[in-house]
T-cell receptor, first 113, second 115 residues
Framework: SQTIHQWPATLVQPVGSPLSLECTVE??????LYWYRQAAGRGLQLLFY??????ISSEVPQNLSASRPQDRQFILSSKKLLLSDSGFYLC????????????FGPGTRLTVL | AQKVTQAQTEISVVEKEDVTLDCVYE???????LFWYKQPPSGELVFLIR??????QNEISGRYSWNFQKSTSSFNFTITASQVVDSAVYFC????????????FGTGTRLKVLA
C-alpha cells in the first residue's frame, strides 16, 4: 500500500532563516506531487505541483520554491522566511491522472517568529 | 470559471443528530470529479469520497451518505447519528479543468458534535 511521509511535523523558525520541508511517498511510481499551504483557520492554497522528476509548476509567486530530485521525493524550500509563511504545509500525491484522487500527508506546522 | 461554495462556515449539533454539509459547485466541463475530505484536529486531510459527473447515484458508507444532483450543481454530505469523533473540518473539492492539475477546494465547514 502507499504511504506518504512529511517531516518535520512541527517547526519554529526565525524570520529570515532558510526552510526545507520534505515529502516522500512509498509504494507507487511516478506520482503527481503537490504542496499546499493552509493558513490558520483558512482553506487550502496550492503552492506547487510536479508531474515528474525535475518538473515543477508554481501556482503562487512568492519566496518559496520546490524541487523534485527523485521520483517520490518532493521538497519545499525558502532562502529567507517571512512571517506570512507561517501555516500548515500539506504534501499530497496522486496516482497519475489529474482527475485522480489526491492523498494527503500528515502535514508540517510551521511557525515563523 | 470553476468554483466550489461551502456556505456553512460552522455547524454545531448534539451527538446522535443527523447533519448535512452543503457543497455547490460551478464548472463548464462536462466531465469532472467531486471529492469530500475530512480534516480532524490532527490536521491531515482524509479522503472520503470521489464521484464522477456521470454517476448521479447516491452513495452510502456506514453513517455517511452523499447526494449528488447535477440539476442543482450540488454534492451534499450527510452524517447520520453524528458522533463526537465526527468533529472536524470538511472540505468539498472539484477537479480542475481537463489538462490542469489544480483541485478547486471549498473553504470548508467546521462541524462540532457536542456530547
Amino acid at each position: 500500500s502507499q504511504t506518504i511521509h512529511q517531516w518535520p511535523a512541527t517547526l519554529v523558525q526565525p524570520v529570515g532563516s532558510p526552510l526545507s520541508l520534505e515529502c516522500t511517498v512509498e509504494g507507487t511510481s511516478n506520482p503527481n506531487l503537490y504542496w499546499y499551504r493552509q493558513a490558520a483557520g483558512r482553506g487550502l492554497q496550492l503552492l506547487f505541483y510536479s508531474v515528474g522528476i525535475g518538473q515543477i509548476s508554481s501556482e503562487v509567486p512568492q519566496n518559496l520554491s520546490a524541487s523534485r530530485p527523485q521520483d517520490r521525493q518532493f521538497i519545499l524550500s525558502s532562502k529567507k522566511l517571512l512571517l506570512s509563511d507561517s501555516g500548515f504545509y500539506l504534501c499530497a500525491w496522486q496516482p497519475g491522472s489529474a482527475s485522480d484522487t489526491q492523498y494527503f500527508g500528515p502535514g508540517t506546522r510551521l511557525t515563523v517568529l | 470559471a470553476q468554483k466550489v461554495t461551502q456556505a456553512q462556515t460552522e455547524i454545531s449539533v448534539v451527538e446522535k443528530e443527523d447533519v448535512t454539509l452543503d457543497c455547490v459547485y460551478e464548472t463548464r466541463d462536462t466531465t469532472y470529479y467531486l471529492f469530500w475530505y475530512k480534516q480532524p484536529p490532527s490536521g491531515e486531510l482524509v479522503f472520503l469520497i470521489r464521484r464522477n459527473s456521470f454517476d448521479e447515484q447516491n452513495e452510502i458508507s456506514g453513517r455517511y451518505s452523499w447526494n449528488f444532483q447535477k440539476s442543482t450543481s450540488s454534492f451534499n454530505f450527510t452524517i447520520t447519528a453524528s458522533q463526537v469523533v465526527d468533529s472536524a473540518v470538511y472540505f468539498c473539492a472539484l477537479s480542475g479543468t481537463k489538462g490542469t492539475y489544480k483541485y478547486i477546494f471549498g473553504t470548508g465547514t467546521r462541524l462540532k458534535v457536542l456530547a
